[in-house]
């Protein structure tokens, strides 16, 4: 509606200009003879849409001599020999309307960035860092991409480390994403300095890239990303129930579940993830907790059994998180007789947990599953009929409900 508005609004700022056209056009072909121009203007009032179409004093002053001289009709001083006003004001209003319209008329084209494929790329740079710019543009700096020489390269991937954080801007993190995988090797100073930024998104977006780049992802890296401390530290803080593959102040969905990406990959790389394992158990996040203590029990590091143990049995009640107690139950399973004296002393709290902490006992113990464990496993899950052949493959424990 507004837009359309804007655009109705071209005809009649078209129309004025042209009139001032025309004025200046007849105000040049008459010439500047000596009569009285009228007052002086001085600040603001010599652009003054009125004053510049406002037709001149005009009384002739040839016989007033010497000069100065006072114009009798508009009591305007004159100290040289004064010239009636030329078209040139009125030409310069036209010009500015007529371009006024010409925008107006063309809202739809701007507002869609059309005009972002004629902006030079270091302008057009330096536009996203202070205005809210249309897809166009992002789509245009893409596409750019790898035209770039190395400096504007380098203000690109800057660009969008900056847009992976939580702002208003709708889907410009997707866009970065793009770009600082397309980046490749060059990306990575970027993405490591990211893991230091106080933004919560920001900080996690850049970690799941990281291991991305780590895993090979990029067709473009001309070696493998070794991943440093600080990226375990921060997929480990990932774990968390942060909410961020759902914004529901926006309501729209994101396309990453870094609780879950960062669980895989701290069980493909257990012994560097473990330093941090311990304060993630002991945090009061439970999601962030239970990972963790999975990770311990899946990767089967039993010096950290005591504090995971704990966390792991008390995933075995019934309760509203989906896939934790299938997940648990594995992982106690790799935990082994570390775990049985905690599995042994647990008091249950419903049915459910009663009967696996029996059977994770029974199969530590080197006992089968029989026909009521099978209906027990199967009320709890139908990803695996035996948890101890999830063991071999703990990444297809992977809930998908977790965030």
């Given at each position: 509606m507004i837009t359309r508005l804007i655009q109705h609004a071209a005809a009649p700022l078209g129309v004025v200009g042209i009139a001032c056209l025309f004025l200046a056009a007849w105000r040049l072909a008459r010439g500047r003879g000596p009569g009285c121009p009228g007052p002086v203007l001085r600040g603001l009032a010599r652009v003054s849409p009125v004053r510049l179409l406002a037709p001149a004093c005009g009384y002739d002053l040839t016989g007033l001599l010497p000069f100065p001289v006072t114009c009798p009709?508009?009591?305007?001083?004159?100290?040289?020999?004064?010239?009636?006003?030329?078209?040139?004001?009125?030409?310069?209003?036209?010009?500015?309307?007529?371009?006024l319209a010409a925008c107006c008329w063309s809202v739809r084209w701007l507002r869609r960035g059309g005009w972002t494929a004629y902006t030079p790329t270091p302008v057009l740079i330096s536009m996203q860092n202070v205005l809210p710019m249309p897809s166009a543009a992002y789509t245009e700096l893409s596409r750019r991409q790898d035209l770039m020489g190395e400096h504007q390269t380098q203000r690109l991937l800057r660009l969008a480390v900056e847009n992976l954080g939580d702002d208003d801007r709708a889907w410009n993190a997707d866009w970065a994403v793009g770009v600082l995988r397309h980046g490749s090797d060059r990306s990575v100073p970027f993405l490591e300095a990211a893991l230091d930024s106080?933004?919560?998104?920001?900080?996690?977006?850049?970690?799941?890239?990281?291991?991305?780049?780590?895993r090979g992802e990029s067709v473009r890296a001309t070696s493998l990303y070794v991943p440093s401390d600080r990226l375990f530290e921060v997929l480990v803080e990932g774990l968390r129930d942060d909410e961020l593959p759902y914004d529901h102040r926006r309501k729209r969905e994101t396309w990453i579940a870094n609780g879950m990406d960062a669980f895989e990959f701290?069980?493909?790389?257990?012994?560097?993830?473990?330093?941090?394992?311990?304060?993630?158990?002991?945090s009061a996040d439970e999601q962030q907790a239970f990972l963790a203590a999975a990770v311990v029990g899946l990767s089967k590091?039993?010096?950290?059994?005591?504090?995971?143990?704990?966390?792991?049995?008390?995933?075995?009640?019934?309760?509203?998180?989906?896939?934790?107690?299938?997940?648990?139950?594995?992982?106690?399973?790799?935990?082994?007789?570390?775990?049985?004296?905690?599995?042994?002393?647990?008091?249950?709290?419903?049915?459910?947990?009663?009967?696996?902490?029996d059977l994770a006992l029974r199969l530590i113990d080197g006992g089968g599953i029989n026909d009521a464990d099978r209906l027990t496993i199967r009320a709890m899950t139908d990803l695996y009929n035996d948890p101890v052949t999830m063991l071999i493959n703990p990444t297809r424990l992977r809930a998908g409900m977790f965030r």
């Amino acid at each position: 509606m507004i837009t359309r508005l804007i655009q109705h609004a071209a005809a009649p700022l078209g129309v004025v200009g042209i009139a001032c056209l025309f004025l200046a056009a007849w105000r040049l072909a008459r010439g500047r003879g000596p009569g009285c121009p009228g007052p002086v203007l001085r600040g603001l009032a010599r652009v003054s849409p009125v004053r510049l179409l406002a037709p001149a004093c005009g009384y002739d002053l040839t016989g007033l001599l010497p000069f100065p001289v006072t114009c009798p009709e508009c009591g305007t001083l004159h100290r040289s020999q004064p010239r009636r006003r030329g078209g040139r004001r009125a030409a310069m209003l036209g010009v500015a309307l007529v371009a006024l319209a010409a925008c107006c008329w063309s809202v739809r084209w701007l507002r869609r960035g059309g005009w972002t494929a004629y902006t030079p790329t270091p302008v057009l740079i330096s536009m996203q860092n202070v205005l809210p710019m249309p897809s166009a543009a992002y789509t245009e700096l893409s596409r750019r991409q790898d035209l770039m020489g190395e400096h504007q390269t380098q203000r690109l991937l800057r660009l969008a480390v900056e847009n992976l954080g939580d702002d208003d801007r709708a889907w410009n993190a997707d866009w970065a994403v793009g770009v600082l995988r397309h980046g490749s090797d060059r990306s990575v100073p970027f993405l490591e300095a990211a893991l230091d930024s106080t933004d919560w998104q920001r900080r996690q977006i850049a970690a799941w890239l990281l291991q991305g780049l780590s895993r090979g992802e990029s067709v473009r890296a001309t070696s493998l990303y070794v991943p440093s401390d600080r990226l375990f530290e921060v997929l480990v803080e990932g774990l968390r129930d942060d909410e961020l593959p759902y914004d529901h102040r926006r309501k729209r969905e994101t396309w990453i579940a870094n609780g879950m990406d960062a669980f895989e990959f701290l069980l493909r790389h257990p012994a560097r993830a473990a330093p941090f394992l311990p304060a993630a158990i002991a945090s009061a996040d439970e999601q962030q907790a239970f990972l963790a203590a999975a990770v311990v029990g899946l990767s089967k590091q039993t010096d950290l059994a005591p504090i995971a143990t704990l966390v792991l049995i008390a995933n075995l009640r019934a309760d509203t998180t989906p896939g934790n107690a299938r997940m648990a139950l594995p992982a106690l399973l790799g935990l082994g007789e570390t775990a049985k004296v905690a599995l042994e002393a647990a008091v249950p709290l419903d049915g459910q947990q009663a009967m696996l902490i029996d059977l994770a006992l029974r199969l530590i113990d080197g006992g089968g599953i029989n026909d009521a464990d099978r209906l027990t496993i199967r009320a709890m899950t139908d990803l695996y009929n035996d948890p101890v052949t999830m063991l071999i493959n703990p990444t297809r424990l992977r809930a998908g409900m977790f965030r």
